[in-house]
């Protein structure tokens, strides 16, 4: 197999999960602006699933597929094995298929995230257990000094596996028979595999920022370190904030609010500080991935200040369930984890980019951000008219006419934002089919 060719498939995998999402996240916006619109076709039931599942698709194909490229250069060596490569991304894939298929056929499993039917689960398993066995057996030299970076990728896969267990634990008696066990858990799983999978893009970012600067030190510095065990304490705890409204034990909604104000203080803290590193080491090499990067640590302090109002369980219990808990969720989705996975991808293919191919990028980049920022501020004016408006006892039906200037702005933006996605997008599959090619 060719050097490297496996990434490129999964990147690709990536971009066309994420093309797919956001044309189906655009349906599904416009059916909720407009209830009839292929309702009786193919409705918001079948769309908003479809487009939860194949952006949660764009982040794992395209994370699985940096890190496939990165742990060769890191462990200086050829990966494992290549077939078991080649039978994870044919798995991968049909997994996506029969998903997506299921969701247009009206197959769902009733449950509030993983919504395809459970036995899907059981592929998904063995293929990030065939990830896992390959990511191990390659690295496995560089484990007695391995750099944060690494510790942060082998976090992400285990606790992956704890989580979707955890999330299927409603097939027992034991759970299904209690609606208050069940949401926790529920809650708790899904909580807890984005934290997995920030450690594995967060692993990918510090790979690529040392890269970047040459600075070899960062991935052993302390204060990298306190990042990864903050992270890994807030992947283990701070989802109690997603359960506030569910009468669980106070005490670990206590621990989860103090834990939830930190992990992405010290993220942006390292951003700063690897800005500061790139500015003093005069490398120009990748000023289209520091963009990236810059554009990222905009949106981790505007989802940090979100953050810390949304974790106040007082301001929790009126916001829950509002367009600004889906506000959080895409500043942090497409603000956060999809710019540093897109900052990933530029550093690897940038030398490769033709000026077009950079200017097209740059444009893109530029129209997503600011689309993103007004897609944003829709929904957060939407969810705290929502809130007022239903603590002031208004109706369903008044309440839905107060918020519509809102999701009028946040269709129109989400339009523009779609649009530069594209741009970037179409961008990165010409250029990596063409490596393919030359490879």
Known sequence: MRQHSIAYRFILLGFACLLLSVSFGLTASLQYLFPHFLNEQFSFRNTRPIHVFLAVSWIFACVIGIIYKYIPDVAGRALYSGKLARVHFALQTLTIFIAVSGFCMGYFSGREYLEFPPWVSSLIIVYWLLFAINFLMTIRPKLA?????????????????????????????????????????????????????????????????????????????????????????????????????????????QVAYIISMTELVLLANILWQWKISYKKSGNTSYPLAYRFFKVADTWILLNLILAIAISVPYINQYTHGTQITVAHAMGATIGINTMLLLASVTFIFEEQLHDAAKKSIGIGLTVMHYSLLIFWVSLLGAGITRAIALYEGNYFAQVSRKIMPYLVGFSASGVVLVVGICLIAFSFIKTISEKQLED
């Open 145 to 253: 000094s391995a750099p944060v970076y690494i510790w942060s990728w082998c976090t992400g896969l285990l606790f992956f596996f704890i989580t979707i267990i955890e999330a299927h634990l409603w097939l027992l008696p034991y759970f299904n028979d209690n609606i208050i066990r069940d949401l926790t858990v529920q809650w708790k799983a899904n909580g807890s595999m984005v934290g997995a999978w920030n450690m594995l893009i967060y692993g990918t970012a510090m790979y690529a920022m040392e890269q970047i600067t040459g600075d070899k030190k960062m991935g052993h510095q302390k204060i990298s370190f306190a990042f990864y065990f903050l992270g890994l304490t807030n992947l283990m705890f701070n989802w109690g904030h997603h359960t506030y409204i569910v009468p669980a034990n106070p005490i670990v909604k």
